[in-house]
C-alpha cells in the first residue's frame, strides 16, 4: 500500500521551492531592468512618460474649463 506522507516536510520543502524561484525571477527582473536604465531606450522611455503626462493633463484641463 501507499507510505503515509509527513504533510510538514512537504510544506517546508514547497516553501522552500517557492523561496528560490521568486529570487531567482526577481535576479532576472533586476538584471533586465538594469539592462534596460542603462540602454539609449531608457532616455526615450523617460521623455515619453514625461509627454503622455503633459497631454493628460493638457486634456483634463480643457474638458474641465469647456
Do not use: P
Not at 514547497?14 to 527582473?29: D, E, T
Not at 531592468?33 to 509627454?51: C, D, E, I, T, Y
Amino acid at each position: 500500500m501507499l507510505k503515509q506522507v509527513n504533510g510538514r516536510f512537504i510544506f517546508i520543502r514547497n516553501c522552500l521551492v517557492i523561496y528560490v524561484l521568486v529570487g531567482f525571477f526577481a535576479s532576472v527582473i533586476a538584471d533586465s531592468h538594469k539592462n534596460f536604465q542603462l540602454s539609449s531606450q531608457s532616455v526615450n522611455a523617460g521623455q515619453f512618460s514625461r509627454l503622455i503626462s503633459l497631454t493628460v493633463a493638457h486634456q483634463a484641463n480643457e474638458n474641465l474649463y469647456k
